[in-house]
């Protein structure tokens, strides 16, 4: 595919609006995607392999560009083309508006924001150093000059400030305080969220007037790497005096329904979820987990209301949570993550709530 082709096909789903049709067809990814990219484990060189490596940058995929030094766990990427055209058009930004980019990453959507609204509107912080200059150098070959600083974009850039629009380009479990303090009233924070529990979805906030909150929906179904100092802990630990039980729900009901899982994740924030598929026990192919780092449960998928499907351990019995939070999920109707929004303020509170914010989900 070419990146016209690509281009095309985002306008026909409604993915990229049509005020984004010029910029985003003169800005191709290819630009500022580094010469190796990951490719189903393997790194595919520009120089050795050019045809898959324009193949793989013209493709609506996300694109690994860079892992944790002696872990295979993706540091960087180049996100998915639908989903950077998705956050554009909830942007919702205009010319001359002053934006806050948190994540610079490859300098793609930095580029993309800079032709949309200027150079001189453009404030894109990246935490890692390296990334921040290799983006730089890109941008400025594409002859352009926003400002990119390298530090934590989680405390902004309050020299820079007020923002109209912010946008964060990795999962955050936690909004802090000085991005809703840094955005003008009536701005937008753009931000994929997330729960250990599930991973996550697109929040669109919109700050108060009085600049102490800001409050909005969830507003597409979105996967981002973490934000480096809030990815979930492995939360592992020693598992002691396991009690066993049958399960009066089926694992799948929340391992395989994003819009269930999402649920579950804001009644429970602090529970960590996976799912573990492999032959290891004559019981089944394969089990879901929670933990909170005290308690501990697993469901088995293959005989999941069988005597002894359910182990836990520790003082909560967390599957039997999990059961009733899916089960509140149930009684509201099946709400799509769609439903669902978030209100927080510049205390710190973040409170999850359905349909309006005055029905925050106790």
């Known amino acids: 595919m070419t990146w016209d082709g690509l281009t095309d096909g985002l306008l026909r789903s409604g993915a990229l609006s049509g005020d984004w049709e010029k910029v985003f067809r003169g800005t191709p990814r290819e630009l500022f995607t580094p010469d190796r990219v990951l490719d189903d484990g393997a790194w595919v060189d520009r120089g050795e392999q050019p045809r898959r490596w324009d193949e793989l940058v013209t493709s609506d995929l996300p694109l690994v560009t860079q892992v944790y030094e002696g872990t295979g766990t993706p540091s960087s990427s180049s996100s998915m083309p639908t989903v950077v055209a998705q956050m554009l058009r909830h942007l919702d930004l205009s010319a001359g508006m002053r934006v806050l980019e948190v994540g610079t990453g490859t300098g793609w959507t930095t580029a993309l924001l800079s032709r949309r609204t200027g150079d001189d509107g453009v404030t894109s912080v990246e935490v890692d150093p390296g990334l921040a200059g290799r983006a730089w150098d890109r941008l400025r070959a594409a002859g352009l000059r926003p400002t990119v600083l390298a530090g934590d974009g989680m405390l902004g850039h309050a020299e820079g400030a007020p923002f109209d629009r912010v946008q964060v380009?990795?999962?955050?479990?936690?909004?802090?305080?000085?991005?809703?303090?840094?955005?003008?009233?009536?701005?937008?924070?753009?931000?994929p969220y997330g729960t250990p529990f599930c991973n996550g979805a697109l929040l669109r906030l919109t700050v108060a007037e009085d600049g102490r909150s800001a409050t909005g929906p969830f507003v597409e179904d979105v996967s981002f790497m973490w934000v480096r100092d809030q990815r979930p802990d492995s939360g592992e630990f020693e598992v002691e005096d396991v009690r066993y039980g049958p399960s009066r729900m089926d694992p799948a009901a929340v391992a395989e329904q994003t819009d269930a899982a999402f649920a579950v994740g804001l009644w429970m924030p602090e529970l960590f979820r996976r799912t573990v598929r492999a032959g290891y026990d004559r019981f089944g192919t394969g089990r879901t987990e929670v933990w909170d780092g005290?308690?501990?449960?697993?469901c088995r998928l293959a005989d999941r209301d069988g005597r002894h499907a359910v182990s836990r351990s520790g003082p909560r019995r967390l599957w039997d949570e999990v059961t009733a939070a899916h089960d509140r999920w149930v009684h509201c109707g099946r709400p799509g993550l769609t439903r669902f929004g978030m209100t927080v303020t510049v205390a710190g509170e973040h409170l999850p709530w359905l349909d309006e914010p005055g029905n925050v989900l106790a």
């Open 169 to 191: 380009t990795a999962a955050v479990r936690r909004l802090p305080s000085a991005i809703i303090e840094q955005t003008a009233p009536g701005g937008v924070i753009l931000a």
């Open 294 to 298: 005290e308690s501990y449960a697993h």
